[in-house]
């Protein structure tokens, strides 16, 4: 059994990471974030405003939220819909990062992450993986870089999506949802005590998943 846990800031490079990962090894890849997105869609989709925790929670038990494992990966689907590409947007940043910080939320998908991963190979990044979700991970990480790097990587994946962008919006986004996944008063996103801590901004990506890789050979 392996179980690796992946956790640092947006733009770390965590997924991009996770997915050579789960392939180099030959194991399967929890998109933790997904989930979260999900929720968050789903509790715009019934009307609630994802800053109020109240009205969160009363939406809750409407949202059919489903996680899926096809040929090409993960999808997340709300009410039987395929939702795997439009939690990819700004606004779906902000309601998975605001719905993030909700007890009733945290603990609905915690279990279901700790399920899908029992008795499974696989790596998960998140926010919380090694501290909270799988504290006897067999490894763990924490993948960070600077604001600016992770708010550029952020750029340079939407903006052709949308060439209005503006990468000091993407920069303050990038602020705010850290200020917030750092500072909230439940699982905040925080290096666990036995994780190895790669910052990843002068890093390639290969050279990033080889670290890791080297890591796990070593054990
Ligand atoms: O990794 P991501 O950017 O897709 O995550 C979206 C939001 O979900 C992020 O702002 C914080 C939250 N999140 C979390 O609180 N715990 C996790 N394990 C994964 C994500």
Redesign the pocket.
């Known amino acids: 059994m392996i179980n690796i846990a992946l956790d640092g800031p947006?733009g770390s490079g965590?997924?991009t990471i996770a997915k050579i990962l789960a392939k180099k090894l030959n194991i399967a890849y929890l998109?933790?974030?997904?989930m979260?997105?999900t929720i968050g869609l789903g509790a715009i989709k019934y009307g609630a405003d994802t800053k109020s925790e109240a009205e969160v929670i009363a939406v809750l038990p409407k949202i059919d939220f489903k996680v899926g494992f096809e040929a090409d990966g993960q999808h997340v689907y709300l009410d039987g819909e395929d939702v795997s590409g439009l939690i990819r947007t700004p606004q779906a940043?902000m309601a998975?990062?605001n719905v993030?910080r909700y007890e009733a939320v945290?603990t609905y998908l915690v279990e279901m992450q700790r399920n899908i991963a029992r008795n499974v190979d696989m790596v998960l990044?998140?926010?919380?993986?090694g501290t909270v979700?799988l504290p006897d991970a067999n490894y763990k990480f924490f993948l960070t870089a600077s604001p600016e790097i992770r708010a550029k990587r952020r750029f340079d994946e939407r903006k052709d999506k949308n060439p209005d962008l503006k990468f000091e919006d993407v920069l303050r986004e990038v602020n705010e949802?850290d200020y917030?996944?750092s500072n909230r008063a439940i699982?905040p996103?925080r290096q666990a005590e036995d994780a190895v801590l790669i910052d990843t901004g002068d890093m390639t990506i290969d050279e990033v998943a080889q670290t890791i890789i080297s890591f796990i050979k070593e054990k």
Do not use: F, M
């Open positions: 947006s965590k997924s998109d933790t974030g997904a979260y997105r940043d998975s990062s993030s945290r990044d998140g926010r919380d993986i979700v949802r917030q996944d699982s996103l």
